[in-house]
Nanobody, 118 residues
Framework: QVQLVESGGGLVQPGGSLRLSCAAS????????MHWYRQAPGKQRELVAF???????NYADSVKGRFTISRDNAKNTVYLQMNSLKPEDTAVYYC????????????WGQGTQVTVSS
C-alpha cells in the first residue's frame, strides 16, 4: 500500500506560480511512475503530467510550457511547478501512482485545491 499526501495548493492571481508537492510512503518510490491529475467543478478528472521512474516526462497540451513535473527520489516526493497560471487551471490537483501497472492497484492522494483568481 502506498500513501500519497499532496501540499502546496492555494489562491493565486492569474499569471502567478505555485509548486505542488506529493510525498509518498514506502521504500519503492524510485520504481514508480508518478502522475498529477486535476478535476475542475463539473468536469472529469484529467491527466496533467506524469514522470517515469527514469525521469521521462509528459504533459497535457493545455499545460505544456507552463508546468514542470519533477521528482526527488531521496525525499520520496514528486513536484508540480506551475507557472503562468490561468483561471482555467483552477481545480483540485491529485497525485496518483500504480506500483504494478496496468492491472495493479492504483493509489490517490487526498487532493489539494488550486484557485486562480484575481
Amino acid at each position: 500500500q502506498v500513501q500519497l499526501v499532496e501540499s502546496g495548493g492555494g489562491l493565486v492571481q492569474p499569471g502567478g506560480s505555485l509548486r505542488l508537492s506529493c510525498a509518498a510512503s514506502g521504500s519503492m518510490f524510485s520504481r514508480y511512475a508518478m502522475h498529477w491529475y486535476r478535476q475542475a467543478p463539473g468536469k472529469q478528472r484529467e491527466l496533467v503530467a506524469f514522470i517515469t521512474n527514469g525521469g521521462s516526462t509528459n504533459y497535457a497540451d493545455s499545460v505544456k510550457g507552463r508546468f514542470t513535473i519533477s521528482r526527488d527520489n531521496a525525499k520520496n516526493t514528486v513536484y508540480l511547478q506551475m507557472n503562468s497560471l490561468k483561471p482555467e487551471d483552477t481545480a483540485v490537483y491529485y497525485c496518483y501512482t500504480n506500483p504494478n501497472p496496468p492491472s495493479g492497484t492504483g493509489y490517490w492522494g487526498q487532493g489539494t485545491q488550486v484557485t486562480v483568481s484575481s
